[in-house]
């Protein structure tokens, strides 16, 4: 599948990608190879246990229907946990339970979650008894903008540590003084060449070729340079008379003809698009070979398939709010976001459409603009600047030269762009006050660390408040009123994303945030298919839209694979409204 591959093993790309699928197949090859190998997954909605059907959790486990293959999840809120009893169990006993509990506090937050899963993450690269038991640890990553900043945090925190940082990182950061020179061997680890690999991951997409070329580009930066292409679910060459396939064919071709040239110039693996789901052993050791092409019968289905006007005739009853579409990379979030957004303008209401997804391009789905409609882009990278140079404005205006500069070594904690982004988030939730605005948020586990970090503020406000705690309505309060807020969950008709859609489903019902509804994007049993290959992908979604209509979701709807990108907003609304002929 890949010849001569190093010790660690990277797999990125954007999420939705088959990262998971393709990270075990290159596992299981290299165990039926003879080389006994560790399989990591730092991905918040990790589904590699899925896979395998074993429980794995977050410590090395055998995958036993596989001798020589080991597995284990970092779970980032167990890791979290973990890493929060080191710190404070051996203060129990000796601080008083309100000492106790301010420090559980300071380290409740998405600083400290992200602190935790760095640190169990670093030891894999750098423990002795755990790389020299295996010929090789292939790394499962999460998607591209987790992965970036997940590698660049050694750099980060090691610099940070060379100066002490600031007191409002000195909770997460406590466990994390006696492991500098753990941090420096992760770089070192990271960008050797001879040691390690970078598999980039892409779909054959527009978008998806763009975010693996960005993130190509970033790594390299950061040295990170010995660097794999691999393009997965590539449609097979022939049609087979099927018009939705035909124009699949011509989308992957035109996509792969205008890749970036510094992509291009990558050394390349490709992977056709699969008739079944890569879950159990025989699956993903056929992922490499030919699909085998005979003719098939339409897909038919009984199962109800409401569209997606159906839950935008509920939300616009309100008049106002807060709309969020929420589910894991490349579930079709941004599309569903912009078609809602277009209906609810195209009904006469104003709407701010927004996103905190770095690999979101709402402008290029609207393609144009759009009477009654505005939008914007909550941007890492801006906020975190446009927040710094505030700080160093006003706190900073006074400060002495040594003052100053340990203020601006402060900020470039990675701390600051978690505090930068949900200053951002909160503007945005203040509108929905008067007005439709409809959120794109980002892939699964960084919209859970959002919601995180606004929890944590939730907390600390009330904490403060007192007696007019009863007057303040905080962002988490606004989130948790349904009628404020309208959360649906994005996710597509297969396996996986299903159960990653449930999980996130019940992160949020534990946060007190109850989804308004669920949108299965992309359902080839809605297009009456006939091509071997989609038709047989058509059949196996069935189970997954039962799942969903019997249980996860209380109200639901069912988009198709399009044949072309919704763009502009003539065909956003003919989505909203599922009619076949005009989409």
């Excluded at 992922?287 to 997606?308: C, K, S, Y």
Aim: charged share 20%; with cysteine.
């Amino acid at each position: 599948m890949f010849k001569d591959l190093p010790k660690f093993v990277f797999l990125t790309g954007k999420g939705g990608v088959g990262k998971t699928s393709l990270a075990c197949a290159i596992a299981v090859g290299l165990v039926d190879a003879g080389k006994k190998v560790l399989l990591v997954s730092t991905d918040p909605a990790s589904n590699v246990g899925q896979v395998f059907g074993v429980g794995i959790g977050n410590h090395i486990t055998p995958i036993t229907s596989v001798p020589g293959l080991d597995a284990i999840e970092i779970d980032p809120e167990a890791a979290a946990a973990e890493y929060r009893d080191r710190i404070v169990g051996p203060m129990r006993g000796v601080l008083p339970e309100k000492a106790l509990k301010g420090i559980e506090e300071q380290l409740s937050g998405a600083c400290t979650t992200e602190i935790a899963a760095f640190d169990e993450f670093t030891a894999l690269l750098t423990d002795d008894a755990v790389t020299g038991a295996y010929d090789h640890i292939i790394f499962d990553t999460a998607p591209t903008g987790h992965t970036i900043r997940m590698l660049k945090l050694p750099g980060a925190w090691s610099g940070f540590l060379e100066t002490g940082g600031d007191a409002s990182c000195l909770g997460p950061l406590a466990g994390l003084e006696k492991q500098r020179t753990r941090y420096a061997a992760a770089v070192d680890s990271l960008s050797d060449a001879a040691r390690t690999r970078l598999i980039l991951v892409a779909r054959p997409r527009v978008s998806s070729l763009a975010e693996a070329a960005r993130a190509s580009r970033e790594l390299a930066d950061i040295g990170i340079g010995n660097q794999h292409l691999a393009i997965n679910g590539l449609m097979p060459d022939e049609d087979m008379g099927d018009a939705l396939a035909a124009s699949l064919i011509a989308r992957d071709r035109a996509a792969l003809g205008g890749m970036d040239t510094h992509l291009a110039g990558l050394q390349q693996s490709r992977f056709a698009l699969r008739p079944e789901n890569l879950v159990g052993l025989d699956a993903l050791r056929r992922m490499g070979t030919p699909v085998v092409l005979e003719p098939a019968a339409p897909h038919t289905t009984d199962i109800d398939l409401p569209p997606l006007a159906a839950l935008v005739d509920g939300i616009e009853a309100a008049g106002k709010g807060l709309v969020m579409t929420m589910g894991k990379g490349g579930v079709g979030k941004t599309t569903i976001a912009a078609a809602v957004a277009v209906e609810l303008a195209a009904r006469g209401h104003e709407v701010l459409l927004t996103t905190t997804d770095p690999a979101a391009h709402l402008t290029e789905t609207l393609a144009g603009d759009v009477p009654g409609l505005t939008v914007s882009r909550i941007d890492p990278e801006a906020e975190t600047q446009t927040y710094r140079d505030h700080i160093l404005a006003t706190k900073g205006a006074s400060l002495d030269a040594q003052g100053r500069a340990m203020l601006e070594e402060d900020l470039r904690s990675p701390c600051t762009e978690e505090i930068a982004v949900f200053q951002a988030f909160s503007r945005v939730i203040r509108e929905a006050g008067r007005k439709f605005v409809v959120m794109d948020t980002a892939p699964t586990g960084h919209t859970l660390l959002l919601l995180d970090a606004t929890g944590s503020y939730h907390r600390d406000v009330l904490r403060h408040a007192g007696e007019q705690a009863s007057h303040m309505t905080t962002p988490m309060m606004r989130l948790q009123n349904p009628e404020m807020t309208k959360i649906l969950i994005v996710t597509l008709p297969e396996t996986t994303p299903v159960l990653e859609a449930a999980r996130l489903q019940e992160d949020l019902k534990r946060a007190g945030i109850t989804p308004y509804g669920w949108v299965i994007n992309a359902s080839l049993a809605a297009t009456g298919t006939t091509h071997p290959v989609l038709a047989a992908r058509a059949a196996t979604e069935a189970p997954e839209i039962a799942k969903v209509r019997g249980g996860l979701a209380t109200r639901h709807a069912v988009v198709p694979m399009l044949a072309e990108d919704p763009v502009g907003a003539d065909r956003l609304r003919a989505l909203v409204g599922q009619s076949l002929e005009q989409v």
